[in-house]
Nanobody, 125 residues
């Protein structure tokens, strides 16, 4: 069983930066792809960014492209989301997810097998 634990959320002002971390643990952790999603109150969960575990391929939602950067540290089984130039519309609970094997598009939440508990990001104007 894989466990994902997010950290790094908080309350910041517009224009500030935050770095989220997602630490994966399990007897033998392996992943095809790791992703970040977010969900604002009253809205559906939406894709933010994803990264292939075994290559340098990254993917971003248009709304965060150029402001957010996803990266990984395989030695630590950790994925990061560096968020710069934050906007009030980035306010949401951010979730980390793992896709064990290729099972479809990177931006479709049901294609992911494991999820973290989420971390709140609030951006004030």
């Amino acid at each position: 069983q894989v466990q994902l634990v997010e950290s790094g959320g908080g309350l910041v002002q517009a224009g500030d930066s935050l770095r989220l971390s997602c630490a994966a643990s399990g007897r033998t952790f392996s992943s095809y792809r790791m992703g970040w999603f977010r969900q604002a109150p009253g809205k559906e969960r939406e894709f933010v960014a994803a990264i292939r575990w075994s290559s340098s391929s990254t993917y971003y939602a248009d709304s965060v492209k150029g402001r957010f950067t996803i990266s990984k540290d395989k030695a630590k089984n950790t994925v990061y989301l560096q968020m710069n130039s934050l906007k009030p519309e980035d306010t949401a609970v951010y979730y980390c997810a793992s896709q064990k094997y290729y099972s479809g598009s990177y931006d479709y939440p049901p294609n992911y097998d494991y999820w973290g508990q989420g971390t709140q990001v609030t951006v004030s104007s």
